[in-house]
């Protein structure tokens, strides 16, 4: 069974920076896609990135955001810098079941979430 527990979040004042991290067990994260979701209040689940052997990010954090894994860890890292209030959401990692899977952007294309951390940025 994959599990994926993300950590890092927390408040941050606008213009600072945070690392989440998501550490990977039941599988070498190796080989897959990782992508990052957020979810702010009353919206609905949002593409951020994802990472297999290119990265791909929404532009919404393009230029801001930066995915990074460590396969020795099993972990994948989410670098965000500039924060911005509207950046406040729960994050979450996520990975597809199959190997073959390539950049998804939809949450339905992904099979294995984490629990989400809590990222608050204030103006």
């Known amino acids: 069974q994959v599990q994926l527990v993300e950590s890092g979040g927390g408040l941050v004042q606008a213009g600072g920076s945070l690392r989440l991290s998501c550490a990977a067990s039941?599988?070498?994260?190796?080989?897959?896609?990782m992508g990052w979701f957020r979810q702010a209040p009353g919206k609905g689940r949002e593409w951020v990135g994802t990472t297999r052997t290119l990265t791909y990010y929404a532009d919404s954090v393009k230029g801001r955001f930066t995915i990074s894994r460590d396969n020795a860890k099993n972990t994948v890292y989410l670098q965000m810098n500039s924060l911005k209030p509207e950046d406040t959401a729960v994050y979450y990692c996520a990975t597809p079941k199959s190997v073959r899977a390539t950049i998804g952007r939809s949450p339905a294309e992904y099979d294995y979430w984490g629990q989400g951390t809590q990222v608050t940025v204030s103006s």
């Open positions: 039941g599988r070498t994260i190796a080989p897959y896609a």
